[in-house]
């Protein structure tokens, strides 16, 4: 890990924002920006796939390629987005004490290639800590909220869906379920926040997990 709570303002800390889509979490990565340099720290919101320019041509592939992709080749496109995006932007901003706040990391990949694709989940784990040579995050926040509603909510925000958007409802239950067995085997990394409720209390539930990092 990259900081354990002590001495904030000598060492970097490192935020994931993770679960399916609809959820919420652009919203939630906003307030906690905000939140976070409020009380003086210094915040880079990043994203995966994509964070960086090598991660951008990646993204393109993964979620808006017009035609199938192998789901092992999908998720060695995820570990080289991975691999490049910790080494070259992530830990630099970790070594320089800033809050790196993230939306998706090693999680996503678990749930959505793992789960989703019916991949060995113990596999797809290995390989991103590979990708990220052993980088976990400080605080992981699980946005939980059934498929259904999420569906729903995507309904309204969205012209088209991307790749991983437009897979049916079962895949999407594959996904929360792992989301969730991930969230209860590390229970000291995760917060499980209902996303159904609304936006100022889980933005509350956040900040009293963050107070003892700032």
Do not use: C
């Amino acid at each position: 890990m990259s900081g354990n709570g002590t001495n904030p303002e000598r060492r970097g800390l490192f935020i994931t924002i993770e679960g399916g889509d609809g959820t919420g979490k652009s919203t939630q990565a906003k307030l906690i920006e905000e939140w976070l340099a409020e009380r003086g720290r210094t915040v880079v919101r990043t994203r995966e796939p994509g964070g960086t320019e090598v991660g951008v041509e990646i993204r393109e592939i993964v979620l808006h390629h017009r035609g199938d992709i192998a789901a092992r080749a999908e998720a060695l496109l995820y570990a080289a987005d991975r691999a490049h995006h910790i080494e070259t932007f992530v830990r630099p901003a970790l070594e320089r004490g800033e809050v790196v706040l993230q939306d998706r990391y090693l999680d996503s990949s678990v749930a959505y290639q793992g789960a989703g694709r019916v991949l060995d989940p113990v596999e797809i784990r290995n390989l991103s800590l590979w990708a990220a040579q052993g980088l976990l995050p400080d605080l992981t926040i699980l946005l939980d909220l059934d498929e259904i509603t999420a569906r729903a909510r995507l309904d309204t925000s969205r012209t088209r869906y991307d790749r991983l958007e437009a897979e049916k409802s079962d895949f999407h239950a594959r996904v929360r379920a792992a989301y969730l067995g991930l969230a209860e085997a590390e229970p000291e990394r995760f917060l499980v926040v209902d996303a159904s409720r609304p936006v100022d209390e889980i933005a509350a539930d956040i900040r009293t997990r963050l107070e003892p990092y700032v």
